[in-house]
Nanobody
Framework: QLQLVESGGGLVQPGGSLRLSCAASGFSLDNYAIAWFRQAPGKEREGVLCISSGGDNAYRATSVKGRFTISRDNAKNTFYLQMNSLKPEDTAVYFC???????????????????WGQGTQVTVSS
């Protein structure tokens, strides 16, 4: 079964850190662009971070600059979202996604992604 499975969400205090994981099964992430999106209550889904396999295409939401990073471990077929200095406005359901090689507008938040995770809740609150 081709899928992405997320883990690592939860409740964290403002200023804290959290790492989300996204494990792929049924296919190799090696040549895929990897991305994280989020959707807060009452808002549309937005792109957070994305990077292509070669690093030549990337996207980063302004709101997470200097706080969030994306990384991958090809040996584990898994990628991550490290979130530091979390703020209440980061509260959302976070989704991982993967985009196949050669996709047009790679890493653009509005371009199609081939695989999606089920979503994991991140709540930043004291």
């Amino acid at each position: 079964q081709l899928q992405l499975v997320e883990s690592g969400g939860g409740l964290v205090q403002p200023g804290g850190s959290l790492r989300l994981s996204c494990a792929a099964s049924g296919f190799s992430l090696d040549n895929y662009a990897i991305a994280w999106f989020r959707q807060a209550p009452g808002k549309e889904r937005e792109g957070v971070l994305c990077i292509s396999s070669g690093g030549d295409n990337a996207y980063r939401a302004t709101s997470v600059k200097g706080r969030f990073t994306i990384s991958r471990d090809n040996a584990k077929n898994t990628f991550y979202l490290q979130m530091n200095s979390l703020k209440p406005e980061d509260t959302a359901v976070y989704f991982c996604a993967a985009q196949s090689p050669g996709s047009r507008n790679m890493c653009h938040p509005s371009s199609p992604y081939d695989y999606w995770g089920q979503g994991t809740q991140v709540t930043v609150s004291s």
